[in-house]
């Protein structure tokens, strides 16, 4: 089975397995897990943030931001494909009761002055607190909804300025920020810049089985560590899972470039058949988004010869490259694709 439908199906390869079992351990909800402590001082100094803390996954990751930086009643502005607002099951109102405003733009990006539009200004008749109170702004780099695209850095920087002219925090959904920072060869520090909050996560392109961390100032980290513990997160002998983090990024990183070839020769090649249409624009990093006249048609029809892959709406089909799947299986995948969506 070529397994394509997300990057989160790998399974850990041995080596990884051998350094978890080994991992050293302790409490971590005691802060006593070396590895754990490991992990975070090693993220934070990638992002460039003075403290970081592990989180079983993204979406508690991104939930403990939203709760860190807003107040009950606060509006939260996001790209309208953001992860927080489509595949977080209203969370955002479930544990922090706010209200997320959408902002559309191609390639999930968006534009300050899009930014500036959507925070109401003071009126002179009016009282502020007759305003949705605004507080914080979202991005997701890079983005998967809109194909595991890249934020252009100057639009995200003009953003970052906006929003901070705007008095807002600024939370960043790095989920594959490892990809953003392979496919530009920005440093990821560069890339984490300017957000109060970071997200990324190790079980995706990385290929850890668990895990994900929100990195920030150390103000920011304490008040998380706090939500952690309250939404459950407050898992023990982590270190066993923070140990496969360490691995992924120790060794999984550099090959994430192989990934994004992958990607874009699978891409070119289905976008070659009569049936299925991609925007090849879009396909910047691991995630290869195509339409084709009955998504689920044709995903049923590739399974049956081994291809699995995600239809996501009637009409769209996604396939993502990972750790476990090589340039001839992504090869392979594109004729089996071809081949079917001619026969549909
Ligand atoms: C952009 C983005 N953010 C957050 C998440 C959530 O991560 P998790 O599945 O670990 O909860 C995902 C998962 O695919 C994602 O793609």
Redesign the pocket.
Known sequence: MIDLR?D?VTNPTTEMRRVIAEADVGDDVYHDDPTVNELERTVAELLGKEDAVFVP????S?QIALRVHTEPGDTVIVHAAA?IRR?ELGGAAHNSGVTLAPLDGRYGGFTAEQLTAAVPEPHPALPSHLFDPVTLVCL?NTH?DAGGTVWDIDEMRRVLKTASGLGLKKHL?G??LWNAAAATGIDLAVLAAGFDTV?V?F??GLGAPVG?ALAGSAKHVARARRFKQIFGGGFRQAGMLAAGALFGLEHHRERLAEDHANARSFAEAVNAADKIEVDLGSVQTNLVYFETPDASALVDACLTDGVSMLALGPTTVRAVFHLDVSAEDGARAADIVRHRSASL
């Open positions: 997300s989160t996954t993204g979406t508690m991104n992860h595949h997701e998967n959904d989920a594959r997200n996560c079980s995706k994900s």
